[in-house]
């Protein structure tokens, strides 16, 4: 039995980050061609264009030319770590297994794709807004950028930098159908950007489902704000 399409498009996750190693450092591979990597300034000259994003050339111009505080010395390269998480509708093609999968960022700019958790039907997040400055979330939003009725910048950038939690609501249903069940349920998935809930289901077929919530701090930007 094949599974009810999904109600609502799940949504996709893009971290980005670097290493917390620099390149060629002891225990951290050295940079090779084609790999994407950062490079930050640390000299006063270069405050214009202080950061770099770019593949190692194998020849020709260098494309890092940042320094450190010295401005003479050429400041080091990090890793440049770009993971996509998406929900395919398929593990394998045409097996009807809805998938978590990651897209990683590799050399020269190209994706590769890993499958994570089969069975996991829709992805959808909802973020924790500090508006006061406490570190603590004191509004939900599905869509940051629109939050209080943002249109454009600034405070579109504004309130996405308030974000201090992430709530993960995750739909898992099993592999195969069980004979003789019938899925009548509704799932609760949190807001969507309208503010109103998004609710799906029910599917009206033979797989068993269950719904998991979990609410992830958000470090760096809330652990800023912290006054004790």
């Given at each position: ?15 980005r ?64 770590v ?74 579109y950038?504004?309130?996405?930098l ?67």
């Amino acid at each position: 039995m094949r599974p009810a399409p999904p109600s609502h498009p799940a949504s996709v996750v893009a971290i980005r980050r670097t290493a917390t190693c620099i390149a060629g450092d002891t225990n951290c591979d050295p940079a090779a061609t084609g790999q994407i990597y950062l490079q930050s300034t640390l000299c006063n000259d270069e405050v214009a264009n202080p950061a770099v994003v770019a593949a190692m050339p194998a020849s020709g111009p260098p494309a890092f030319p940042l320094h450190k505080h010295d401005c003479t010395t050429v400041a080091s390269l990090r890793s440049y770590v770009m993971h996509i998480y998406f929900i395919a509708n398929n593990n394998d093609p045409g097996d009807g297994i809805p998938t978590l999968k990651r897209a990683e960022l590799g050399a020269n700019g190209a994706f590769s794709i890993v499958p994570l958790v089969e069975g996991i039907e829709n992805l959808q997040l909802e973020y924790g807004l500090d508006t006061d400055g406490d570190s603590m979330p004191d509004a939900v939003s599905a869509d940051p950028g629109t939050y209080n009725g943002c249109a454009a910048d600034p405070c579109y950038i504004a309130n996405w930098l308030n974000a201090v939690t992430a709530k993960v609501h995750l739909l898992s249903r099993s592999t195969s159908a069980s004979p003789g069940y019938t899925d009548t349920k509704t799932y609760p998935l949190g807001l969507q950007a309208d503010d109103t809930q998004l609710v799906v289901g029910p599917f009206s077929d033979g797989f068993k489902r269950h719904g998991y919530t979990e609410t992830i701090r958000m470090h760096n930007p809330a652990g800023r704000r912290e006054t004790t």
